[in-house]
């Protein structure tokens, strides 16, 4: 059974970088073809996609945010991490990991993890 558990800080204050972490079991993130996402949805707003990684470690970030985003694996602890810089009260945000494929979009999600920034 795939599952995905995402960690991360809480509470943050406006930072120059926030990191989240998701750890996946049950599927090597080196598997053909998958591709693995970051996803958020900030308080009353809809889902936005922020970028993925790749099977074979390639990446692809959603437009707006790609200036201040990083998506990086550890293949040894098959994990993948999200780097978000310049971080504000308006990157406050459930934050989702999720499995795709190129037929289907967000396979397995983990069960979100709140991120909070405030002063």
């Known amino acids: 059974q795939v599952q995905l558990q995402e960690s991360g800080p809480g509470l943050v204050k406006p930072s120059p970088t926030l990191s989240l972490t998701c750890t996946v079991s049950?599927?090597?993130?080196?598997?053909?073809?998958?591709?693995w996402s970051w996803i958020r949805r900030p308080l009353g707003k809809g889902l936005e996609c922020m970028g993925l990684?790749?099977?074979?470690?390639?990446?692809d970030y959603s437009p707006s945010l790609k200036s201040r985003t990083s998506i990086s694996s550890d293949t040894s602890k098959n994990q993948f991490s999200l780097q978000l810089n310049s971080v504000t009260p308006d990157d406050t945000a459930v934050y989702y990991c999720?499995?795709?494929?190129?037929?289907?979009?967000?396979?397995?999600w983990g069960q979100g993890t709140q991120v909070t920034v405030s002063s």
């Open positions: 999720t499995r795709s494929t190129a037929k289907t979009q967000g396979e397995y």
């Open positions: 049950g599927c090597s993130i080196t598997t053909s073809y998958y591709a």
């Open positions: 990684i790749a099977y074979d470690g390639s990446t």
